[in-house]
């Protein structure tokens, strides 16, 4: 499969890398041929590429070997296809208050850099991110209703962040391809059941929804067809902890099984549980692991912003 597009548009549409910068790509052993191909369309554009290749992460949230997380201190620009989240680990947050440039691709697969997500109109993908970022900052509380089945959570005093796909400027950073606006709910004020019907970290796209009941910000049960698999969120309060609530804005990304694109799907809602520090929470946990609910109702103070998986404001 033809690599080259896909990585000349993350290079030069969504990062806009410039001649003599300094670019890391930090990969594994899985996603070499697509950290080679980003090397290729670094050197392409005049810059300064280097690889780094390391065994796979066992799980999302793990932090990189302490060697990694040096060379990102010293880039100016960080490229992570890796087959485990990098993005909510001191790692990235460190880079990028260092004034790195990070764009992190967990679970990138081949297939999408050819189509999907990443061939999105980010134009169009960042204003709709931008706008939903806003509501959300400006927003004290949120309501998921899927079904019978509502979710409500505090959002006072936190602010929205949002991933764009356009990460052209000093010290900023998200995913690849991206789309979504996102937000580190209050701890401990998360209540209600929902049903997970699109995909989950850990198992993939789902056959069949998981149940989940949250007291008190924290996941007390969870049932359905493979949930033994996400069985380190039962493990510890932090782990357990409702650590993310988010919005997917890019209307070109499909449903697929791999969270970097199913959580950036057009009408959806994500929610996550485990470390939030890197985008205003609290909580280090030893994972970060999100589940993706197909055409929801969502409340933002009462307000109807999302109708069956429609933004309608």
Same mark, same amino acid.
């Given at each position: 499969?033809?690599?080259?597009?896909?990585?000349?548009?993350?290079? #030069?549409?969504?990062? $806009?890398?410039?001649?003599?910068?300094?670019?890391?790509?930090?990969?594994?052993?899985?996603?070499?041929?697509?950290?080679?191909?980003?090397?290729?369309? &670094?050197?392409?554009?005049?810059? /300064?590429?280097?690889?780094?290749?390391?065994?796979?992460?066992? &799980?999302?949230?793990? %932090?990189?070997?302490?060697?990694?997380?040096?060379?990102?201190?010293?880039?100016?620009?960080?490229?992570?296809?890796?087959?485990? !989240?990098?993005?909510?680990?001191?790692?990235?947050?460190?880079?990028?208050?260092?004034?790195?440039?990070?764009?992190?691709?967990?679970?990138?697969?081949?297939?999408?850099?050819? *189509?999907?997500?990443?061939?999105?109109?980010?134009?169009?993908?960042?204003?709709?991110?931008?706008?939903?970022?806003?509501?959300?900052?400006?927003?004290?509380?949120?309501?998921?209703?899927?079904? #019978?089945?509502?979710?409500?959570?505090?959002?006072?005093?936190?602010?929205?962040?949002?991933?764009?796909?356009?990460?052209?400027?000093?010290?900023?950073?998200?995913?690849?391809?991206?789309?979504?606006?996102?937000?580190? =709910?209050?701890?401990?004020?998360?209540?209600?059941?929902?049903?997970?019907?699109?995909?989950?970290?850990?198992?993939?796209?789902?056959?069949? =929804?998981?149940?989940?009941?949250?007291? /008190?910000?924290?996941?007390?049960?969870?049932?359905?067809? /493979?949930?033994? $698999?996400?069985?380190?969120? +039962?493990? /510890? %309060?932090?782990?357990? !902890?409702?650590?993310?609530?988010?919005?997917?804005?890019?209307?070109?990304?499909? +449903?697929?099984?791999?969270?970097?694109?199913?959580? *950036?799907?057009?009408?959806?809602?994500?929610?996550?549980?485990?470390?939030?520090?890197?985008?205003?929470?609290?909580?280090?946990?030893?994972?970060?692991?999100?589940?993706?609910? +197909?055409? =929801?109702?969502?409340?933002?103070?009462?307000?109807?912003?999302? $109708?069956?998986?429609?933004?309608?404001?």
């Amino acid at each position: 499969m033809d690599l080259s597009q896909g990585s000349k548009t993350v290079v #030069e549409n969504c990062l $806009k890398i410039k001649k003599d910068e300094k670019v890391l790509i930090v990969t594994d052993e899985n996603k070499l041929k697509m950290g080679q191909a980003l090397f290729e369309a &670094v050197k392409n554009a005049g810059a /300064n590429p280097f690889l780094m290749m390391s065994r796979p992460g066992k &799980v999302s949230g793990e %932090e990189p070997d302490e060697l990694i997380a040096k060379a990102m201190l010293d880039a100016d620009v960080v490229i992570c296809p890796t087959t485990v !989240s990098m993005t909510h680990t001191n790692a990235r947050i460190n880079a990028v208050k260092n004034g790195a440039r990070v764009a992190t691709m967990p679970g990138i697969t081949e297939e999408m850099f050819s *189509k999907g997500a990443i061939t999105a109109d980010y134009d169009e993908v960042e204003k709709l991110t931008l706008r939903m970022t806003d509501m959300l900052t400006n927003a004290r509380s949120a309501k998921i209703v899927k079904g #019978e089945y509502s979710l409500t959570m505090s959002l006072k005093d936190r602010k929205g962040v949002p991933s764009t796909g356009v990460y052209d400027k000093k010290g900023t950073a998200g995913n690849l391809p991206s789309g979504e606006a996102y937000i580190a =709910p209050v701890e401990g004020t998360a209540d209600g059941e929902m049903l997970i019907d699109g995909s989950m970290v850990g198992i993939g796209k789902l056959s069949s =929804p998981l149940y989940m009941r949250i007291e /008190n910000g924290h996941l007390k049960e969870v049932k359905g067809e /493979n949930s033994e $698999k996400i069985s380190i969120l +039962l493990e /510890n %309060e932090n782990n357990s !902890s409702l650590g993310e609530l988010g919005i997917g804005t890019n209307k070109s990304a499909v +449903l697929c099984g791999i969270i970097l694109e199913d959580e *950036k799907v057009y009408g959806t809602v994500h929610i996550a549980f485990g470390t939030n520090t890197s985008f205003g929470g609290t909580v280090k946990a030893d994972c970060h692991m999100d589940g993706v609910i +197909l055409k =929801p109702d969502l409340y933002l103070d009462e307000v109807l912003v999302m $109708k069956n998986g429609e933004i309608i404001v």
